[in-house]
């Protein structure tokens, strides 16, 4: 069991890098979606690999990235807006 949540997780990095890398290169108006697809991915990879690594405190890493997505994404539009 614990395998295929190892290849979960290992099945999630390439889109996850996709998304950092979108987040810093593409125009101003997709930066702000690949943040947002980046932070939600982030919080899948996490939670595959509590599960996959048996750290079950783990899980609370992605519970607060899930609920710091939000104002994460309006901080990064602010800076957007007001210096680039």
């Known amino acids: 069991m614990t395998g295929l949540w190892l290849a979960a997780a ?6 996850f890098a996709l ?3 979108a987040s810093g290169r593409a125009a101003l108006r997709f930066r702000l979606v690949a943040v947002q697809f980046a932070t939600s991915l982030a ?5 595959a690999l509590s599960f996959a690594l048996d750290q079950p405190a783990t899980i609370d890493l992605a519970l607060i990235l899930a609920v ?4 994460g994404t309006l901080l990064f539009a602010l800076f957007q807006e007001r210096w680039l």
Do not use: D, N, R
């Open 10 to 15: 290992l099945a999630l990095l390439p889109p």
């Open 19 to 21: 998304a950092v890398v």
């Open 43 to 47: 919080t899948l990879l996490l939670v």
């Open 68 to 71: 710091l997505t939000l104002p």
